[in-house]
């Protein structure tokens, strides 16, 4: 069974920083781009990052960019976001979902909240 | 960026009708190797997005063949044949086309 399991949120005051990671199983990791996915409470879902499956190629969202850092470690099928100089707008629930195009395995997210 | 707008943003429905949402595109979504990367989400009150349809018109595994995606280019439909309870919450479309990738803003699908 495929499954996709973040962790790491918490509450990060303006500036901090904070990993988030995702571990996957129930297919083989290094054959599938990841993404990570936020939707802030009560909005709609943003897309923030992908990461190839062999890790060569990453994109960001315009919002993150020059702040976020997605990366992967096939060894522990673990994806990560290494989150810095966050703001009060990173406050969100944060999503890993499978795929280049596909989004077909989304976990349940891991809220992430950003206050003094 | 590719901007998808979603309308209507609210619909109520009575259950056993039907129902139908549009994204439109500020782009063409056609990939340069001639498939459109269009998919459609669905997330139901306190659970994760699922996907129904991707590709534009391929119906996922285990989603009831009362939906349906259509659409070409720039247009792009989903429609329900006959709304069920189970139905309701916000359903997104999402271009996996171009980059960056891009939501619509959420249809809220509720029962009257």
């Known amino acids: ?116 | 960026d590719i901007v998808l707008t979603q309308s209507p943003l609210s619909l109520p429905v009575t259950l056993g009708q039907p129902a139908s949402i549009s994204c439109r595109s500020s782009q063409s979504l056609v990939h340069s190797n001639g498939n459109i990367y269009l998919n459609w989400f669905l997330q139901r009150p306190g659970q994760s997005p699922r996907r129904l349809i991707y590709e534009v018109s391929k119906r996922d595994s285990g989603v009831p063949d009362r939906f349906s995606g259509s659409g070409s280019g720039t247009d792009f439909t989903l429609k329900i044949s006959r709304v069920e309870a189970e139905d309701i919450g916000v359903y997104y479309c999402m271009q996996v086309t171009h980059w960056p990738r891009s939501f619509g803003q959420g249809t809220k699908l509720e029962i009257e």
Request: aromatic residues 12%; charged residues 20%; neutral net charge.
């Open chain 1, 1 to 116: 069974e495929v499954q996709v399991v973040e962790s790491g949120g918490g509450l990060v005051q303006p500036g901090g920083s904070l990993r988030l990671s995702c571990a996957a199983s129930g297919f083989t990791f290094g054959d599938y781009a990841m993404n990570w996915v936020r939707q802030a409470p009560g909005k709609g879902l943003e897309w923030v990052s992908l990461i190839s499956g062999g890790g060569g190629d990453l994109y960001y969202a315009e919002s993150v960019k020059g702040r976020f850092i997605i990366s992967r470690d096939s060894a522990r099928n673990s994806l990560y976001l290494q989150m810095n100089s966050v703001r009060v707008e990173d406050t969100a629930v944060y999503y890993c979902a499978r795929g280049t195009t596909e989004l077909d395995f989304w976990g349940r997210g891991t809220l992430v909240t950003v206050s003094s």
